[in-house]
Structure formats: structure tokens, C-alpha cells
């Protein structure tokens, strides 16, 4: 088993950043891709950006490319969304998830463990 949890959101101006936190506990996650999620009001869950075991293979969606940034501390079982050049559209809850077996994938349901997420408030 294994608990994911989320910390680092709040509400930011447009423009601001925010460093988002995902601490893994139960299992080391030093063998497992992880990945961030977020779903804003009204709409379906949305890949955000994922990042190997190894780092060596980092993907973003193309909405959060050049602003946003995946890193992961293994030694510290976390992994990290540094977010800067913040929009209003990118106001959602964010959620990390572990993946157990294979590449890193953009498609959610091939993720097995997640966090309760954690909001981000965009304003303009």
C-alpha cells in the first residue's frame, strides 16, 4: 500500500508560483514513475506532467510547458511541481499518482496510488 500526500497549494496572483510537494509513504517510490494530475470545476481530470524513476524521462502537457517544472527527490520519497507564470486557467485541485509498473504515462487510469490532491487558486 501506499499513501500519497499533496501539500504546497494555496491562492496566488496571476503571474505567481507555487512549488507543490508529494510526499510517498508505505512503499520506496525510487523504482516508480510519478505523475501530476488536476481537475478544475466542471471538467475531467487532466494530465499535467510526469517524471521516471530515473528522471531521464520528463513529459508536460503542452498547457503548463515552459512554465512548469517536475522534479523528484528520491532519497526523500517526494516529488515536486514548481509552478511559476501562474494563470487563472490553472486554477484546479492537483493531484500526484504513483505508477508501480512500466513507462510513465499521460493516462490516468494506468496510475495506481493517489493523493487527496491539493487546490490552486489562480486570481486575475
Known amino acids: 500500500q501506499v499513501q500519497l500526500v499533496e501539500s504546497g497549494g494555496g491562492l496566488v496572483q496571476a503571474g505567481g508560483s507555487l512549488r507543490l510537494a508529494c510526499v510517498a509513504s508505505g512503499r520506496t517510490l525510487s523504482m516508480y514513475s510519478m505523475g501530476w494530475f488536476r481537475q478544475a470545476p466542471g471538467k475531467e481530470r487532466e494530465f499535467v506532467s510526469h517524471i521516471s524513476w530515473s528522471g531521464g524521462r520528463i513529459d508536460y502537457a503542452d498547457s503548463v510547458k515552459g512554465r512548469f517544472t517536475i522534479s523528484r527527490d528520491i532519497a526523500k520519497n517526494m516529488v515536486y511541481l514548481q509552478m511559476n507564470s501562474l494563470k487563472p486557467e490553472d486554477t484546479a485541485v492537483y493531484y500526484c499518482?504513483?505508477?508501480?509498473?512500466?513507462?510513465?504515462?499521460?493516462?490516468?487510469?494506468?496510475?495506481?496510488?493517489w493523493g487527496q490532491g491539493t487546490q490552486v487558486t489562480v486570481s486575475s
Open positions: 499518482a504513483t505508477k508501480l509498473a512500466g513507462r510513465p504515462s499521460r493516462r490516468e487510469y494506468e496510475y495506481d496510488y
